[in-house]
């Protein structure tokens, strides 16, 4: 996936696909859409059943491909986030937390 947005950000069309649309845009458009994709995952979460655990997994890739164009667009691979990932790995959540104050 991140080379496919890869691609797309290359060939700089706003008019050939979404990605090149969202990146084009920049923050004022790939900003909200990530924003919406986070509200409806969680909204998914909620919902029962295996119709719901579908409908959770399908806004989940949602959030995923739209977080993935805002790297592209900040100039981040995903590379780097998982560095930062196992960075953190061993770690309590709230001594990390801590840490940042």
Sequence with gaps: ????????????????SWTAKLLAGG????????TEEA???VEAAGEPGEAGREHFVYEAADLLYHAMVLFRWRGVDLEE?????QRRFGTSGLTEKASRR
């Design 1 to 16: 996936m991140q080379t496919t947005i890869r691609e797309r950000a290359a060939s700089a069309d706003a008019g050939s």
């Design 39 to 41: 509200g409806e995952l």
């Design 27 to 34: 923050l004022q458009e790939i900003g909200p859409k990530v």
């Design 81 to 85: 986030v998982e560095q930062e990932l």
